[in-house]
């Protein structure tokens, strides 16, 4: 269980504080950089911004759900998504980096309260955890459309990293779904999207 524990730790601090890799190329590797207005630029490093936090959030959700899952199926499936989203983290890290800014100072925030809904998540079992896990995939899947509309026409970089997060994640939900996740309850739903709104608000400015 010390092992455990250790091996668990050594993750948050290298999501938190080391470079993240990809095993599959960037999205948007080879596109020229788009000439973009000052406010248009910083527009959408606060977007990246958004996205990258939301990529660390993923990483400690998966990592206490991963934790506390009693079935190896979704034990499996839970590292499967944390294994793609470690790529989404490298994407949105180059993009920002690119774009002149850094990643949000509240990530280690986000990071612990995500590990603590994570490990709850799996403690209620399997189907719950597995829910949990379907339905934030369907909520990132809104939330990157939302992008989509929102990100500098002329941006493509960053349109090409957006879209393939969405299609990675709306994978994921599916995934769940086989392994027979249960639909949450409409007031955990409605928290979820709140807790959303205000992680988000904060990441896009700091």
Same mark, same amino acid.
């Given at each position: 269980? =010390?092992?455990? @524990?250790i ?16 095993? %599959? ?16 630029? %910083?527009?959408?490093?606060? &977007?990246?911004?958004?996205?990258? #936090?939301?990529?660390? #959030? ?8 991963? =934790?506390?899952?009693?079935n190896?199926?979704? %034990?499996?499936? @839970? ?14 890290? #180059? ?12 990530n280690? =925030? ?7 809904? /994570? ?24 939330? @990157?459309? /939302?992008h @989509? ?9 960053? %349109?090409a ?18 392994? /027979?996740?249960?639909? $949450? ?5 409605? $928290?979820?999207k &709140? ?5 988000t ?6």
């Amino acid at each position: 269980m =010390l092992d455990k @524990l250790i091996i668990e730790f050594d993750k948050g601090v290298r999501t938190l504080f080391a470079p993240a890799a990809s095993a %599959r190329p960037h999205p948007d590797a080879g596109m020229p950089e788009a000439e973009m207005s000052e406010q248009e630029k %910083r527009h959408a490093l606060g &977007l990246m911004r958004v996205n990258h #936090c939301g990529e660390v #959030c993923a990483q400690a959700l998966y990592q206490g759900q991963a =934790l506390t899952a009693r079935n190896e199926g979704a %034990r499996e499936a @839970l590292k499967h998504a944390a294994f793609e989203e470690v790529e989404h983290l490298a994407w949105t890290e #180059c993009r920002i980096r690119e774009l002149g800014g850094h990643p949000s100072v509240f990530n280690p =925030l986000w990071y612990t309260g995500s590990l603590a809904i /994570g490990v709850a998540a799996g403690l209620l079992g399997d189907k719950w955890n597995l829910g949990f896990l379907e339905e934030t995939e369907y909520q990132v899947e809104a939330h @990157l459309n /939302g992008h @989509l509309k929102d990100l500098p026409e002329q941006d493509e970089k960053s %349109r090409a990293i957006v879209k393939q997060m969405r299609d990675d994640e709306v994978r994921h939900a599916e995934m769940a779904h086989e392994h /027979g996740a249960a639909k $949450l309850p409409l007031p955990v739903r409605g $928290l979820m999207k &709140l807790t959303s709104k205000v992680m988000t608000s904060a990441s896009y400015r700091l």
